[in-house]
């Protein structure tokens, strides 16, 4: 699986933090793209090997209060 990210709004890391979960695990802790990035508009992509399934997969970001959360792709690939 890749999780496609990029920061359209916020310049400076800290407003967009969230975890983010796959069904049920966390796999990403106050995930901040712009902190990964270093910049807005630029794109970054997260793969995540290996994710099992019995045929649908959940993905849900937590914001941190006041906070919001974005995924801008995902990517499902066959193993």
């Known amino acids: 699986m890749h999780l496609h990210f ?20 966390k796999k990403f802790d106050n995930y901040d793209v712009v ?7 630029k794109a970054n992509v997260e793969i995540l090997p290996n994710i099992s399934s019995s045929g649908t997969i959940t993905v849900e970001c937590v914001p941190e ?9 995902i990517e499902i690939l066959k193993p």
Do not use: K, L, M, W
Request: aromatic share 14%.
């Open 35 to 41: 902190a990964r990035t270093g910049a807005r508009f």
């Open 65 to 73: 209060p006041g906070s919001g959360a974005q995924i801008n792709g």
């Open 6 to 25: 990029c920061e359209t709004y916020f310049i400076e890391p800290g407003h967009e933090v969230f975890d983010i979960y796959v069904n049920g695990v």
